[in-house]
Nanobody, 124 residues
């Protein structure tokens, strides 16, 4: 069982930045592809970004490409989502997710483990 704990959410003005952090409780963190998803009120959860288990490949939703950056630190069992140039439409609960060896699974909206989520609110 892997526990994922997100932090770093909050309220920010449009154009601002936030960095989300996801800490994973596992000794085999490097075996997991990691991802971020979000769910806005009244909408379905959507894929935001993913990083491969070796960290060499990253993937982004078109809506965040060029503004968000996903990265990981395997020594700290942590994955990050740096969010710049935030827009009101980025307002959502952001979830961290993990998939054993498969970023393909994450990119298709599936995961082996999910975090509880952290709220990001962007004011206009």
């Amino acid at each position: 069982q892997v526990q994922l704990v997100e932090s770093g959410g909050g309220l920010v003005q449009a154009g601002g930045s936030l960095r989300l952090t996801c800490a994973a409780s596992t000794r085999t963190f490097s075996n997991y592809a990691m991802g971020w998803f979000r769910q806005a009120p009244g909408k379905e959860r959507e894929f935001v970004a993913a990083i491969s288990w070796v960290g060499g490949s990253t993937y982004y939703a078109d809506s965040v490409k060029g503004r968000f950056t996903i990265s990981r630190d395997n020594a700290k069992n942590t994955v990050y989502l740096q969010m710049n140039s935030l827009k009101p439409e980025d307002t959502a609960v952001y979830y961290c997710a993990a998939s054993v060896y498969s970023d393909h699974k994450l990119r298709n909206g599936l995961a082996d483990y999910w975090g509880q989520g952290t709220q990001v609110t962007v004011s206009s």
